[in-house]
C-alpha cells in the first residue's frame, strides 16, 4: 500500500493509516456529539466513509462554547472531475448548509504545474475552471463559498505563504514528504501554499476561528507540517475530517482519473457511463447458472461500492440488495442496469446544474 498525496497504490488499510499517521478514530460519541448538530448522522458518517478525523472534538468544544470554525477543501485541477471527487465535496456541503459556514476550496493549478513534468500552466489552469464548475454544480451558495485559484490569487496569499514557509526546515519537509535530491525546488516549497487557506480567514474578516479540513485522507502530511506552525503564528491547528476513497470500476484501487476506462466522469453521456458499468469488475461467478446456485460477493465488487457510497440512502434496501446478491437471487446484470440508470440520472441532472454554474462562477471567486 501506497498512501500519499501525489499516488495511492495497493489495497488501502484505513486501520493501519490511523496508526500510521497518528490520526483518530472517529468515536461513536463523536458521532453523537455531530448528530446533535445536524439532525441524522449524514450516510457517509454513519457507513464511516469518514473514517478518522484530528481535533473534531476541539473544534465542537469551540463551537458550542460560540466559536465557529470554517470550512475548507481543495483540489488538485488535473484532469476532469470523476464521481470519486464528488464523494467528501457532497460531505462539505452537507456541513456548510448543517453549520452555515463558509467554505474556503484552493485550486491548485500551481502544485499540478509542479509535480507534473509534461503538464504546462494553461492546462492546469484550464481545469481548475472546469473542476471549479463541478463544485457549484453541487449547491454551493456563493455568498459563503470563496474559490482560490492559486495562480489567479496568489497576491492574496503571499505574505502568509511566507510566513508559513519560513517555519518549516527542509529537513521536516523532505521526512514528511519525501522529496529526493531531483525534486524541483517549487515542489519542496509548494506545501506552504496549502497551508495558507487554514489560515486566510482572519486575514480577510478578522476573526480567529479554526479550519475544519473534510477531505481524503492522502492530504494528511500538508495538515501534519501545518499543526506543527499553526499555534507559533497565533491561529488554531486546522483540525480535519478524513475520509476514504471510492473504488474504481476495475478490480481493487480507487477512482482515478488516469484510468478512465474504470472512472465515471462527471461529464460522461448515458451511452459512456453504461459501457463502463457493463465492463465493471464484480463478485460475480463464471456463470448465471452458478451464480443463482452458490450467490456472489458484494464485499469485492466495484458496483455494489456505488450503492454503498452514493445511491442507495436507504440502509434497509441496501441491506436487501447485499442479501439478494450473496445468495444468487439478483444477478450482475440487474443490479448493473440498476446504477448505471441511477448514474445516469444524477450525472444528467449534475450536467445540467454545471452548465448553469458558467453564469455564476465569477461570484464564488474569492474577494480582495
Ligand atoms: N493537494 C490537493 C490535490 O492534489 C488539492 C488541495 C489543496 C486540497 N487544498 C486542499 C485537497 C485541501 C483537500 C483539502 O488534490
Not at 497504490?9 to 493509516?17: F, P, S, T
Not at 502544485?111 to 463541478?134: M, P, R
Not at 526546515?169 to 529526493?180: D, H, K, L, M, V
Request: net charge neutral.
Amino acid at each position: 500500500m501506497v498512501v500519499t498525496p501525489w499516488e495511492v497504490k495497493g489495497k488501502v488499510d484505513y486501520q493501519r493509516l490511523i496508526k500510521e499517521f497518528g490520526t483518530q478514530p472517529l468515536t461513536e460519541d463523536l458521532l453523537k456529539r455531530l448528530e446533535r448538530y445536524t439532525g441524522s448522522l449524514h450516510l457517509q458518517l454513519d457507513r464511516q466513509i469518514f473514517f478518522s478525523h484530528r481535533d473534531l472534538d476541539a473544534v465542537l468544544d469551540l463551537y458550542e462554547k460560540g466559536t465557529k470554525f470554517v470550512l475548507y477543501t481543495g483540489r488538485g485541477p488535473s484532469g476532469p472531475v470523476h464521481i470519486g471527487h464528488l464523494v467528501p465535496w457532497i460531505f462539505t456541503l452537507h456541513m456548510q448548509q448543517k453549520f452555515n459556514t463558509r467554505l474556503y476550496f484552493q485550486l491548485t493549478d500551481d502544485e499540478k504545474f509542479l509535480i507534473d513534468d509534461s503538464v504546462d500552466l494553461k492546462t492546469t489552469q484550464h481545469w481548475a475552471y472546469e473542476n471549479a464548475l463541478d463544485l457549484v454544480a453541487l449547491g454551493f451558495k456563493p455568498e459563503d463559498t470563496f474559490i482560490i485559484y492559486d495562480t489567479q490569487d496568489m497576491d492574496l496569499l503571499y505574505d502568509l505563504t511566507l510566513e508559513v514557509a519560513k517555519r518549516i526546515t527542509y529537513s521536516t519537509a523532505r521526512s514528511t514528504f519525501g522529496f529526493q535530491d531531483s525534486t524541483n525546488i517549487g515542489w519542496v516549497y509548494w506545501p506552504a501554499i496549502q497551508a495558507v487557506p487554514c489560515f486566510i480567514h482572519k486575514k480577510l474578516t478578522g476573526e480567529n476561528v479554526p479550519a475544519l479540513i473534510p477531505a481524503a485522507i492522502d492530504q494528511d502530511p500538508y495538515w501534519r507540517v501545518t499543526r506543527d506552525i499553526a499555534q507559533k503564528l497565533g491561529y488554531y491547528k486546522p483540525a480535519q475530517i478524513h475520509c476514504r476513497f471510492l473504488p474504481g470500476l476495475g478490480a481493487g484501487g480507487k477512482m482515478s482519473a488516469s484510468m478512465p476506462e474504470t472512472s465515471i466522469f462527471t461529464k460522461d453521456s448515458p451511452e459512456i457511463v453504461k459501457k463502463k458499468i457493463w465492463n465493471a469488475f464484480t463478485g460475480g461467478k463464471g456463470t448465471a447458472a452458478e451464480q443463482r446456485k452458490t450467490g456472489a460477493d458484494p464485499t469485492i465488487c466495484s458496483i455494489f461500492q456505488y450503492y454503498f457510497f452514493l445511491f442507495e440512502q436507504d440502509k434497509t434496501k441496501l441491506a436487501e440488495r447485499e442479501r439478494r446478491c450473496k445468495c444468487g437471487e439478483m444477478l450482475c446484470g440487474e443490479c448493473k442496469k440498476d446504477v448505471a440508470e441511477k448514474l445516469g440520472k444524477f450525472l444528467e441532472e449534475h450536467q445540467k446544474r454545471r452548465e448553469k454554474a458558467k453564469d455564476t462562477i465569477e461570484q464564488y471567486h474569492i474577494k480582495r
